[in-house]
């Protein structure tokens, strides 16, 4: 496998990041202030209704909808953790009215709330804090057994009275002093919150997870990454300070420069506009259609233009090897949980067949996400699951299409202006100092109304000015440009000076 390159950006209240490999987009996710990550905030909620015969409960934590617990959220996942039995709670021991200390554990998607816990955990670098769980795991990614027995050992010694904590992979990279001081920041850290809970409100934000690069550089082991690139300078000394504490070496570490776009300059935005779209190419001409349904995704492999110089069979089955890696690059890319349906090319050959699952076996393996793939069935389809870790890439980039009545998708406005924003930036550094931007009335309101957006722009570039001109009969995702040097050319009157 090539080694890797990790790009971090922020502009106009997002924060963003992505992942290349061989120069191929293999991660990308990104934030905005309005639509942050809520996994991993505590809040004070208030336990609304509970529903015996389900044992959960909804809980208001001021949140859009009302948030869901349930008693199989109060242990650990077995699934990504070895470790010692502990006795699962069978009742929801809660009533209305009562106040609760709860953590998301799922991110809302459609009109589900997100999904709570009692029990608490903070994420580190080498351990995962559990406050009120006497539970000692290693994490399934560590396969020496006699290392795994090891680290649970000395986790046994570290831990204090009835609180657990389970064992990254990152870990054995680390000294007992160095896990010790983790495991402290975090239990000063449960008191305070704790403190504050008799005071605080219910729906009050008691805690919140680190900024998005932190995370990334946290849950992530840097050793086989070849180059960092960041957008801004504000950005690269608060990446450096984080990859100096986790002692990482990086061969190249680069600044782009902040009055251009990152992603447009560098060719990684049309990988990523790709993501909007239900067809992925193969590099052999092929490519794979992508649908999401209300219960699960279906992939259709298609050999498209690609004939092959060999039989028929060894055709199909190159074919279908090029899918199963590229689709557990796009399930991981997509973020795509849930059931996934595979409809590879049919072969007639048992060993190929084989071969096919095992190769998608092997490919979703390198995925952080829990996968379990089941074998072919005769009609050539493979059915796997991934588990759902918050929104889909596709769900955040696209929208349903106003136009067709919902039966299509449109790239969302915040994509579109960030594209927008990438040519301005363009033209701007060529030394263009007046703009004027034809555009759909909606994305040009909403793009006048992003005050974050409009601030950057002034401030890099504080002498041009900027004209954006509405039209109705125009596509939410065409725009025109006219840039001069000077104001040599004449601004319609419908024209809203940008700054």
Same mark, same amino acid.
């Given at each position: ?29 990104? =934030? ?5 990550? /809520? ?44 470790? =010692?039995?502990? $006795? ?81 992979? @990152? @870990? ?31 729906? $009050? ?10 995370? +990334? ?10 180059? /960092? ?91 279908? /090897? ?103 930036? &363009? ?41 954006? +001109? ?6 939410? &995702? ?11 050319? @004449? ?9």
């Amino acid at each position: 496998m090539g080694k890797k390159t990790v790009y971090f950006d922020n502009s106009c209240g997002m924060e963003s990041y992505a992942v290349t490999q061989d120069g191929k987009l293999t991660e990308f996710s990104y =934030e905005s202030e309005d639509r942050k990550n /809520i996994v991993g905030n505590i809040y004070k909620g208030k336990v609304c209704d509970v529903h015996g015969g389900m044992q959960a409960a909804f809980v208001n934590c001021g949140l859009e909808r009302n948030c869901y617990l349930s008693v199989e959220d109060l242990i650990p996942d077995r699934n990504k953790y070895e470790g =010692e039995d502990i $006795d699962a709670p069978s009742v929801l021991d809660l009533k209305p009215g009562d106040e609760i200390l709860v953590q998301v554990v799922k991110a809302p998607v459609g009109k589900k709330g997100a999904k709570v816990t009692t029990n608490l955990s903070f994420v580190g670098k080498y351990t995962i804090f559990l406050p009120t769980v006497p539970f000692i795991g290693v994490s399934r990614k560590i396969h020496d057994a006699e290392l795994r027995k090891n680290l649970a050992f000395g986790a046994a010694r570290m831990r204090k009275g009835s609180e657990g904590m389970i064992i990254r992979t @990152a @870990a054995p990279y680390a000294n007992r002093k160095e896990k010790t001081e983790e495991l402290n920041y975090f239990r000063k850290l449960y008191r305070s919150i704790k403190s504050h809970f008799a005071s605080a409100q219910v729906g $009050d934000l008691l805690y919140s997870d680190y900024p998005l690069y932190m995370r +990334v550089l946290r849950d992530n082991l840097l050793f086989d990454v070849e180059k /960092i690139c960041v957008g801004n300078r504000q950005l690269a000394e608060n990446v450096q300070e984080v990859i100096k504490l986790t002692g990482a070496r990086i061969k190249s570490f680069e600044v782009h420069d902040e009055k251009r776009d990152m992603y447009s300059d560098l060719g990684i935005t049309e990988q990523i506009a790709a993501l909007t779209s239900t067809r992925a190419e193969l590099d052999n001409g092929a490519y794979l259609v992508i649908e999401k349904t209300e219960a699960l995704t279906v992939i259709d492999v298609n050999t498209g233009s690609f004939t092959g110089d060999d039989s028929l069979e060894h055709t199909v089955y190159y074919t279908n /090897i090029l899918a199963a890696r590229e689709i557990a690059r796009q399930v991981r890319l997509r973020n795509i949980g849930g059931i996934i349906v595979v409809d590879f090319i049919d072969m007639s050959d048992e060993k190929h067949r084989d071969a096919i699952v095992a190769e998608l076996e092997n490919a979703l393996d390198g995925d952080k996400t829990k996968c379990n793939v089941l074998p072919m069935s005769k009609f050539g389809l493979v059915e796997f699951t991934r588990k759902r870790t918050g929104p889909s890439v596709s769900a955040q980039l696209v929208e349903p299409c106003r136009h067709c009545g919902g039966t299509g998708r449109a790239c969302a406005p915040q994509l579109t202006i960030m594209k927008i924003r990438a040519r301005l930036l &363009e033209l701007l550094s060529e030394g263009n100092s007046f703009i004027c931007i034809d555009m759909n009335a909606e994305i040009a309101r909403k793009m006048i109304a992003w005050n974050t957006l409009v601030e950057g722009l002034k401030e890099m570039y504080p002498l041009a000015r900027i004209y954006i +001109v509405p039209h109705r009969t125009y596509h939410e &995702e065409n725009s025109t440009f006219r840039a001069e040097r000077s104001a040599i050319f @004449a601004i319609p009157q419908e024209a809203t000076l940008l700054y």
